[in-house]
T-cell receptor, first 114, second 112 residues
Framework: AQSVAQPEDQVNVAEGNPLTVKCTYS??????LFWYVQYPNRGLQFLLK??????LVKGSYGFEAEFNKSQTSFHLKKPSALVSDSALYFC????????????FGKGTTLSVSS | DTGVSQDPRHKITKRGQNVTFRCDPI?????LYWYRQTLGQGPEFLTY????????KSRLLSDRFSAERPKGSFSTLEIQRTEQGDSAMYLC??????????FGNGTRLTVT
């Protein structure tokens, strides 16, 4: 079955420290990979995506993600966390390509302390 | 770009009643998606339209659920004979021909 795993329910980091939110996937073929962020009582906001090309993808708000095909991972990273980065982060995969439904992980809550 | 708009933001209904939600996508986005999100879970795909055609439906979409997108513009999601298990956040998203989904703020349904 095609799936996305976010192994950590919560990640805690201090402001100014680097952060990593982990994501692994299990799909056939060459998937498209995404990260979205959700603030309380709001919809999801797009952060970044990997389609093809450079394995390091840069996105909004200083976030980046590294695609690793051999490990089937797509971890979200940021060199220096801000308190305002505290939110719920979702990894998602599109198994076939454009137009098909995204499969989401269960989400990881990021908490950045001052 | 006015964003994806969903109405209402909140809906409280009694078990057994019918409810209808509306989604207005970003104009010129020909793809429209409905997702359901429960507490502690990621969004789960319900159904997908390309223009007015409903191209994909999840097995989660029981026969009590129906979605329409007349004229390929706004969409409605109706739930008949609501059950307590239907309580969730219902998210709508739209996209142009690219892959990125743009989500609305959702409709939170509470079935009492």
């Amino acid at each position: 079955a095609q799936s996305v795993a976010q192994p950590e329910d919560q990640v805690n980091v201090a402001e100014g420290n680097p952060l990593t939110v982990k994501c692994t996937y299990s799909v056939s073929g060459n998937p498209y990979l995404f990260w979205y962020v959700q603030y309380p009582n709001r919809g999801l906001q797009f952060l970044l995506k990997y389609i093809t090309g450079d394995n390091l993808v840069k996105g909004s708000y200083g976030f980046e993600a590294e695609f690793n095909k051999s490990q089937t991972s797509f971890h979200l990273k940021k060199p220096s966390a801000l308190v305002s980065d505290s939110a719920l982060y979702f990894c998602a995969v599109s198994p076939i390509g454009a137009g098909t439904a995204l499969i989401f992980g269960k989400g990881t809550t990021l908490s950045v302390s001052s | 770009d006015t964003g994806v708009s969903q109405d209402p933001r909140h809906k409280i209904t009694k078990r057994g009643q019918n409810v209808t939600f509306r989604c207005d996508p970003i104009s010129e986005h020909n793809r429209l998606y409905w997702y359901r999100q429960t507490l502690g879970q990621g969004p789960e795909f319900l159904t997908y339209f390309q223009n007015e055609a409903q191209l994909e439906k999840s097995r989660l979409l029981s026969d009590r659920f129906s979605a329409e997108r007349p004229k390929g513009s706004f969409s409605t999601l109706e739930i008949q004979r609501t059950e307590q298990g239907d309580s969730a956040m219902y998210l709508c998203a739209s996209s142009p021909t690219s892959e990125t989904l743009h989500f609305g703020n959702g409709t939170r349904l509470t079935v009492t």
